[in-house]
């Protein structure tokens, strides 16, 4: 039973992860223009017999069908294919710029937990909480390139507390991190107390204070864990705004790592390095749902396969 | 009773600030003289004051001004892909939802594997697809938002279609088609609506942020999200020029959410 | 009584809300080993009085009170630290649903030893170690008379029966040994088997010298336990006095209504049983055939399967025959689980049996497609434990109750319609000026009384009806009884009643049905099932329904 269900759940996985290869292939073969074209700059005027002889040495002549086979198994030998312009296999590319992209989502997301947690569990009173709920709201709402500026032109340029600019150490780290970060801890912190406040307004939290439990108790105890199972459900959408707002970020503050690779490929065309960036993404979601349903399973122990019907009732 | 006034305040300050940011986007002419494309090399990177409330830039061109006609692409694009998004969501999403199971489940997997991706990134792909340029930018946040609201309104159809009043429906043996149309478009609808309030205001961040990247329209057309962009280099001279359009950004996507919200739960406690 | 320690005494507790005064100069007291009831409906100010015992009264209410000790402390100046030091050590609370009111994501154990980690050892105070907690609460699981108690500790709530959870619930209670119980509807949630044994066990804690107050709606609950009784309506005692007293000799004219309103069960007289004698004879009631009319609803072998968790698989409804004639009435009794309303959803056509069938006024009703049922779904109409969510939101009353009219009535004139619209909701006694609102601004019993209206409009030949009246006061629920019997009368509309509740089956059914685990185990007139009662189950349910002395 337990091996069937590890089974269909790789599967579905894999599934994901093909479906976005295969969207991502079809979608980039509608994509108008000669990619060769795109290969050798827009300036070069190669002769055709050259770029016939390219298209051919990229399998580009050959059937749709017979280029989406040999695009799915050189994929699953981990083979993501040759950037055009950088000449680079896609998977080096990726590798190279990953670290630095790794680095400022992990940077973000503790940041954002960090505000977010401190924001829900330590602000009380009504009014502190009023403040902060604006607060949140206009994190959520403000555009993430306009924080990094504002941020920029305060602290970089203002202050002059942390460069304007680079990648190299922590200083360089802490404006990008924290542009990320306040759009997902105002979501996260507003999640957050709507779920504190709605456990502390269930019965068993009437229970538990009527042991004595105090307010500390009654949060780490109770009531946060409850908090946490709608905050697992925004997961997904904090992963997409570490990885969305990389883009962003990378390209306000001059840093290198994936989003500029994301831009560049995109403004230039370098299809490989896009839909090597589609399926990477595909596949860091799929691992973040497995991570998310496994937090569940140990959050929530209620979680359990339902009573069916064996036709259909529906 | 003040916290309710003060919500009152609040959300009356939203609603009219969406009512002037919609007057910007169809009558510009209205809240400034000048010409949002008229340099004046007399009057390069004058800081905000009398004349120019939002300071110029480094062509002399008002700020302020920029900004105020900005607002039409901004708004139209927040807007139209949103109204667009929500009518194909909410048409594929309730056929969906009342499809036998086969199809629902098939349809939903497909929609799981667009959700996997986070909006911004769909975005960017569909510009990988379509190629840069502001029709384009528009197509592709309202691509990025159809799978959430496909979503939304399958789900809502399956809570409205096993809802006690639709059994009662069924119960005094009305017409499939009919209980569809008095009883499950009109309800699943209802949430949509208020999530769409909300989502004009993520579709605006979305789309400014293409422009931002340069993906949108090119200079020198006033638009919110290059507007920023071409002040970012300004920063340590001049920060009026990437602060103003940032904030009008803000302050739009506030009004909209607080809106959105209200709306929320002026219909969360009907039903309780 | 008189010479053992009081444990609660308040006086002129009042506790309001802004201009509303939701308590009014309260005054009770108990004693050490005595257990007062505080009854009254919903919004007369039970569960206020209750939490101000526990200072947890919520955020916006205003409290005034002149005494207020609790267990030998004067509470009346209690700051929120006070009333933390004083709750789970000295007075502890037991509330209606323990799947709710313990923590769904901790185990049962670590629920129980709560208090003793927040107080410390009772008496002592000292800090506990790690064994000596799991022992303890091993102890206390033991002593409310939870099997494996140890084993238990370490499950979650929803892993347990309702009777085990609402145990385990009284055991975390009792861990700091609290002079003082306040259990707010301890049994609602319970089948009446096991609030039988859940008031017994209060009945012992009782007798060890544990001081309770039991708040109820419910004044046959009551009965049983509390030694005075104190009956609040509208913020106010109006009346106390030993039980007893109270229940045979009512003096305020609310007790009295209330006493009235409360369904009753004859008393039953459990002769020897004959070994057999269930099984071999089901007497066949209600079948209708001697008069020559087509019975209204024919039942015939229905089985309705479901897979379980686990894989295996569980008949909802097994075996389940039976007739409704016109203008008779068959009540569905049994527990929580025991598939009557999965029997109720296949009378309805909205779920179809595994096996049997089902007749309606003597053609096929299930295993026919949807399409040739829908002309005929207007002479079978449903009636549901939840009117509010069976009521498209959008909709006024008067469209709610014009949805139900037949083919025939739409064609008519408006005019005509509005008139029938009101003679409806004239029949239901509701008044016209209803006819505007919407669902949520209805109270319950109205609510109750527009779907009624709503199912009579297509002038069925009967109405099933599940659970209609749980979630009602008791005098509402009176009144829709009594409406639903009117209208059996009246209309000669059969009626099949689905409850759990054998009093109000017992006042308005003539025929009984007993189910357990899907199956029919006794049926009869519900006089002599209920006098009579022969299936060993059947003695067991009946004999725990509370009675009044």
């Known amino acids: 039973m337990i091996f069937r269900r590890i089974l269909a759940r790789v599967a579905g996985m894999l599934v994901v992860v093909w479906g976005a290869a295969t969207a991502a292939f079809l979608v980039l073969k509608l994509v108008p223009g000669d990619p060769v074209d795109v290969m050798l700059g827009v300036s070069a005027q190669a002769s055709p017999e050259l770029k016939q002889s390219i298209r051919a040495e990229l399998g580009l002549d050959q059937p749709l069908l017979v280029q989406y086979v040999s695009y799915l198994s050189r994929l699953v030998r981990g083979d993501f294919g040759t950037s055009y312009q950088l000449r680079l296999p896609v998977t080096d590319v990726i590798g190279q710029q990953l670290g630095y992209t790794l680095q400022l989502a992990a940077a973000s997301l503790a940041l954002a937990l960090v505000i977010a947690l401190a924001g829900a569990v330590l602000v009380h009173g009504r009014a502190a909480r009023g403040v902060f709920s604006v607060l949140e709201l206009l994190a959520i709402s403000s555009p993430p390139f306009w924080i990094g500026l504002v941020l920029l032109s305060v602290f970089a340029f203002g202050l002059g507390w942390f460069p304007v600019a680079g ?70 959408y904090i992963v997409g705004s570490l990885l969305g707002g990389a883009v962003i970020v990378e390209s306000v503050f001059a840093r290198p790592g994936l989003g500029r690779v994301a831009l560049a490929a995109i403004t230039n065309r370098d299809l490989p390095v896009v839909m090597g960036i589609i399926v990477f993404t595909a596949i860091v979601f799929v691992l973040v749902n497995l991570l998310v349903d496994l937090a569940y399973r140990a959050i929530d122990p209620r979680i359990a396969p339902p009573t069916t019907a064996i036709r259909g009732a529906r | 009773m003040r916290a309710r006034l003060r919500g009152r305040l609040g959300l009356i300050s939203a609603a009219l600030f969406l009512v002037v940011v919609i007057v910007m986007a169809i009558a510009p002419w209205i809240f400034t003289p000048i010409d949002p494309l008229t340099t004046d090399t007399s009057q390069i990177l004058q800081s905000p004051g009398w004349g120019h409330p939002f300071g110029t830039d480094q062509t002399g061109r008002d700020v302020f001004t920029r900004v105020v006609y900005g607002a039409s692409y901004s708004l139209g694009v927040g807007a139209g892909a949103t109204a667009a998004a929500l009518i194909v969501g909410v048409v594929v999403g309730t056929l969906v939802g009342l499809a036998p199971r086969v199809v629902d489940g098939v349809a939903m997997r497909g929609v799981e ?26 197509v592709a946040v309202g ?44 309800n699943t609808l209802r949430p ?20 931002f990247l340069g993906l949108g329209p090119q200079d020198p057309t006033p638009e919110w999200g290059l507007l920023l962009s071409g002040g970012r280099n300004l920063l340590g001279q001049a920060w009026w020029v990437a602060f103003f359009p940032g904030a009008m950004i803000t302050l739009t996507v506030v009004s909209a959410t607080v809106v959105g919200r209200r709306l929320r739960r002026a219909r969360e406690g009907r039903r309780s | 009584m008189t010479s053992s320690r009081e444990v609660v005494r308040v006086s002129g507790l009042s506790v309001r809300f802004g201009q509303a005064v939701v308590v009014d100069s309260v005054s009770l007291s108990v004693s050490a080993g005595e257990c007062l009831a505080i009854v009254g409906e919903s919004g007369s100010g039970k569960t206020l009085t209750a939490k101000a015992l526990l200072g947890l009264l919520p955020d916006g209410a205003s409290v005034v009170v ?31 649903d323990a799947l709710v009111s313990l923590d769904p994501l901790r185990r049962v154990g670590a629920e129980v030893a709560e208090v003793l980690e927040v107080h410390g050892a009772p008496g002592s105070g000292e800090r506990m170690l790690r064994a000596a907690i799991v022992d303890a609460v091993t102890g206390l699981l033991g002593r409310v008379a939870v099997p494996e108690p140890a ?3 370490r499950q979650y709530p929803h892993e347990l029966s309702g009777g085990l959870r609402q145990r385990a619930l009284i055991a975390s209670a009792l861990a700091g040994e609290p002079g003082i119980l306040i259990a707010d509807e301890p049994t609602t949630a319970l089948d009446v088997t096991v609030q039988a044994q859940v008031l017994d066990l209060l009945s012992r804690l009782r007798a060890d010298g544990l001081g309770i107050v039991v708040i109820s709606h419910d004044l046959a609950v009551v009965a049983g336990i509390a030694d005075r009784v104190a009956v609040m309506k509208d913020g106010r005692i109006v009346e106390e006095g030993a039980t007893t007293e109270v229940l045979s000799n009512p003096q305020h004219p609310y007790t009295r209504m209330l006493l009235a309103a409360a369904p009753r069960l004859p008393e039953p007289s459990f002769p020897e049983l004959v070994e057999g004698s269930v099984a071999g004879g089901f007497p066949s009631t209600g079948s209708g055939g001697g008069d020559g009319v087509a019975p ?95 009521f498209d939101p959008r909709y006024t009353v008067a469209r709610i109750v014009a949805e139900g009219l037949r083919g025939d009535a739409r064609g008519t004139s408006p005019g005509g319609r509005a008139e029938r619209i009101r003679h409806l909701l004239d029949s239901v006694g509701l008044d016209a000026s209803l006819e505007g609102r919407r669902p949520h601004e209805l109270s319950g019993g109205q609510r109750q009384r527009v779907a009624i209206a709503r199912a009579l409009a297509s002038e069925p030949r009967i109405l099933v009806c599940d659970e209609p009246v749980s979630a009602l006061d008791v005098s509402i629920q009176a009144t829709i009884i009594d409406l639903l019997a009117g209208l059996r009368r009246d209309l000669g509309v059969a009626l099949v009643f689905v409850s759990h509740d054998l009093a109000v089956v017992a006042q308005l059914c003539d025929e009984v049905l007993v189910m357990k685990e899907g199956r029919v185990v006794e049926r009869g007139s519900t006089r002599d099932v209920f006098e009579n009662p022969r299936h060993p189950f059947t003695r067991a349910l009946v004999a725990a329904v509370p009675r009044m002395p």
């Open chain 2, 113 to 138: 594997i667009l959700l996997a991706f986070p909006e911004f990134l769909i975005a960017l792909f569909a510009i990988a697809v379509l190629g840069p340029g502001p029709i384009n930018v528009a």
């Open chain 3, 66 to 96: 002149d005494e207020l000790v609790i267990d030998g402390v004067d509470a009346r100046r209690n700051s929120e630290r006070d009333w933390r030091r004083i709750r789970g050590s000295r007075v502890g609370l037991v509330s209606q």
């Open chain 1, 167 to 236: 990648a190299d150490g922590i200083q360089s780290l802490v404006l990008p991190a924290m542009t990320i970060a306040l759009p997902v801890a105002g979501i996260l912190g507003q999640v957050l107390r709507t779920g504190l406040e709605d456990a502390e307004e269930q019965p068993f939290a009437t229970t538990a204070r009527a042991r004595g439990a105090g307010p500390a108790r009654l949060v780490l105890r109770h009531t946060l864990r409850h908090a946490a199972i709608p905050a697992l459900t925004l997961a997904g």
């Open chain 3, 151 to 153: 084993e238990r500790a």
């Open chain 2, 192 to 211: 949509l609506g208020v999530i769409a309030t909300i989502g004009i205001g993520t579709t605006i961040v979305a789309a400014a942020g293409l422009s």
């Open chain 3, 296 to 390: 209204v609803l024919r039942a015939t072998g229905l089985g309705r399967d479901f897979r379980r968790a686990d894989g295996g698989i569980r008949s909802a409804v097994d075996d389940v025959s039976f007739t409704v004639r016109a203008g008779a009435a068959i009540g569905v009794v049994g527990e929580s689980g025991s598939g009557k309303t999965t029997l109720a959803r296949l009378l309805l056509a909205f779920d179809e049996p595994d096996r049997g069938s089902v007749a309606l006024e003597g053609h096929e009703w299930s295993g026919i497609p949807e399409r040739r049922r829908r002309s005929r779904r207007g002479g079978i109409q449903y009636i549901s434990q939840d009117p509010l969510g069976s």
């Open chain 2, 143 to 186: 691509v990025a938002a159809l799978p959430a609201y496909i979503r939304v309104a399958r789900a809502e159809t399956l809570v409205v279609r096993r809802s006690g009043y639709v059994e009662a429906a069924k119960g005094m043996g009305m017409h499939p088609l009919r209980v569809a149309v008095s009883h499950v478009v009109p």
